[in-house]
């Protein structure tokens, strides 16, 4: 089945950058959405980006301006450059698609789950 491997959390100083990747594989036929989300301790999970297949972006007003996020379709990659960090993007990020692939034998089309990566940005 689809399974998304992230990479590219870690700590940084605020107003520091990070660049966080996530790789889908599996047998995929077609993406429709990748985005990235995320989870403070105790809080619910919120969006923060996300991309289209024809690559139209949206963003959180969280992130708006600091954060970008792009695709590399060959690689099946979405990435989050993460820029001018501040404490409060503490959270587990978490990659998120929408894609018709192959799972047990059949044709779907489901939402998909990284294991999160974790970003901490200390004051």
């Known amino acids: 089945q689809v399974q998304l491997v992230e990479s590219g959390g870690g700590l940084v100083q605020a107003g520091g950058s990070l660049r966080l990747s996530c790789a889908a594989s599996?047998?995929?036929?077609?993406?429709?959405?990748m985005g990235w989300y995320r989870q403070a301790p105790g809080k619910q999970r919120e969006f923060i980006a996300h991309?289209?297949?024809?690559?139209?972006?949206n963003y959180a007003d969280s992130v708006k301006g600091r954060f970008t996020i792009s695709r590399d379709n060959a690689k099946n990659t979405v990435y989050l450059q993460m820029n001018s960090l501040k404490p409060e993007d503490t959270a587990v990020y978490y990659c998120?698609?929408?894609?018709?692939?192959?799972?047990?034998?059949?044709?779907?089309?489901?939402?998909?789950w990284g294991q999160g990566t974790q970003v901490t940005v200390s004051s």
């Open positions: 599996g047998r995929i036929f077609s993406i429709n959405v």
């Open positions: 991309m289209t297949s024809g690559g139209w972006t």
């Open positions: 998120n698609t929408n894609a018709r692939a192959e799972v047990a034998g059949k044709r779907v089309t489901d939402d998909y």
